[in-house]
């Protein structure tokens, strides 16, 4: 998969990327690949943002008090 | 008749020694009903009490309200301890009270004081002991009941700001004796199983009965003990239970709770769109830099006009030939003199020049310059070359002579 590294991973190395660039002390080719490094992770992380969809479980002791995860209905 | 006139200073200091001096004022105990309870920046506490048909007015100095063992608030039903005087500078009377006790809750406070002063000591809100909550957290445990506004609310605000968050609920009885060791044993579950990496823990307001659960010590100690961060949510936001003092992080209301939890998902748009704009100026700001260093560059106009490179060097070869040809002609004048005179000297040495003087050169019928009477005989034709012309001769006779030249005389 793709997404192996988490949004918060991402989000540091995109901050990393954009202060190194804003130092301005790189070699052309090295700026433009950070450049396109960041702007993938910025792909990434608005697409992550968007296409989050909210997942709620409720947990129940299995056997061996082992947790389960069972589906939640809102009962209010 | 001539009366003598107060001043006003005069009647209220008067009749606050009438009041100073009834015993039965100097040692209240009054009920009553708070309202318009305020807490100044000095520390003292003003407050009116009231019933159906009067109201007093009543203040609370610092060094008794450090006293309290609750948060007195308005509607809440006290009786005020305490003396009545005369505010000289107002010429109004007011309570001043010593204590003031909580009408029916007094054994439950009693509880509660007693339990907060010995965690603190204990060390338990020790603010070096709090855990920093994660920054973005993925699994979110909530420990509530599974019933009631308040799991539904941290459900629907999570989602609005943080859907990427999963949530897990470990649904515990929140209000009754169950509820502390439920609500303990699901904290130490979470941890033991490590089900998620932020607990929030809570209830909706209620009475402070109902709120009771939060203010076990068991439930206290859990928190304490949980190495996954909590957050505290209990009740309305003047609610102040013994697990607020204990968590990493009080919320004031379980919707607090969820705000405190988890980023913003505009924010975070915002944000991306921040570093989208920041590495963008960036990268323009380096191209624009290094395009100012070529325009530079480009202005030497070698390479705006090769043409005009290549011209310039045509003229430099030209001018290394212009100097180079100089040099040949200066050295070639130089020759060219010595040559003239090496002519002079040659023309000197001519044997044209000899002959001019009245000198011949014999030659054989061969060609060969004739220069001994020994190489010729009788009858020999000779070739006499003058500086005019030259004659044929016939030898008739040969005669030989003393040699001239300098040999001789060696």
Redesign the interface.
């Known amino acids: 998969m793709a997404e192996t590294k ?3 991973q991402k ?1 540091s190395r ?2 990393e ?2 202060r190194h ?2 130092k ?1 002390d ?1 070699p ?1 080719s090295d ?2 690949a950070l ?1 396109e490094e ?2 993938g992770l ?1 792909t990434d ?2 697409k ?2 968007e296409e ?8 129940r ?1 299995g056997a061996d ?3 389960e ?1 069972l589906p ?1 209905e ?3 | 008749m001539e009366r003598q006139a107060l001043s006003v200073t005069e009647l209220n200091s008067y009749i606050k020694s009438r009041m100073d001096e009834d015993p039965r004022l100097l040692d209240l105990c009054v009920r009553g009903e708070i309202s318009n309870y305020k807490v100044y920046p000095s520390g003292h506490h003003y407050f009116t009490l009231k019933d159906a048909e009067s109201s007093l007015k009543c203040v609370m100095f610092k060094y008794n309200a450090v006293k309290l063992r609750f948060r007195p608030d308005n509607g809440m039903c006290v009786t005020a301890f305490g003396r009545v005087g005369v505010y000289l500078r107002d010429g109004v009377y007011q309570l001043t009270c010593s204590a003031l006790m909580p009408e029916g809750a007094g054994d439950l406070q009693v509880a509660f004081e007693q339990l907060k002063a010995k965690l603190s000591q204990e060390g338990l809100f020790d603010p070096a002991r709090k855990k920093p909550l994660p920054a973005f957290p993925k699994r979110i445990a909530i420990i509530t009941s599974s019933a009631g506004a308040a799991v539904h609310d941290m459900i629907r605000i999570l989602g609005q700001r943080w859907p990427m968050s999963k949530l897990i609920l470990l649904p515990v009885r929140v209000q009754g004796v169950e509820a502390p060791p439920e609500i303990a044993g699901a904290i130490r579950y979470a941890n033991e199983f490590q089900v998620a990496d932020l607990i929030i823990t809570g209830r909706g307001g209620g009475s402070l009965e109902d709120l009771w659960a939060f203010n076990d010590e068991r439930v206290a100690r859990a928190i304490y003990a949980s190495r996954i961060p909590v957050i505290s949510a209990v009740g309305h936001e003047p609610d102040v239970c013994i697990s607020d003092y204990v968590a990493d992080r009080r919320a004031s209301t379980p919707s607090n709770a969820a705000e405190i939890a988890v980023p913003d998902k505009n924010e975070m748009r915002d944000t991306l769109e921040g570093y989208a704009i920041r590495s963008r100026q960036a990268m323009e700001k380096q191209l624009k830099s290094l395009g100012q260093r070529l325009e530079s560059l480009r202005s030497k106009r070698v390479l705006t006009d090769p043409e005009v490179y290549l011209d310039n060097r045509r003229m430099d070869l030209d001018r290394f030939r212009d100097r180079l040809l100089a040099a040949q002609e200066r050295q070639l004048s130089g020759k060219r003199q010595r040559f003239v005179k090496l002519g002079a000297a040659l023309d000197a040495m001519s044997p044209l020049r000899v002959l001019s003087r009245g000198y011949t050169v014999s030659m054989n019928s061969r060609g060969e310059t004739v220069k001994s009477v020994r190489d010729i005989s009788a009858g020999d034709r000779l070739r006499l070359r003058f500086s005019d012309g030259q004659a044929e001769c016939l030898v008739e006779h040969v005669e030989e002579g003393e040699e001239h030249g300098g040999n001789k005389e060696f």
């Open positions: 988490s949004f918060e989000l995109l901050d990327i954009v660039l804003e301005g790189l052309l700026s433009l450049f960041g702007t910025l992380c608005s992550m943002l989050a969809e909210q997942k709620v479980v409720k947990l002791k008090r082992q947790p995860e939640f809102d009962e209010t």
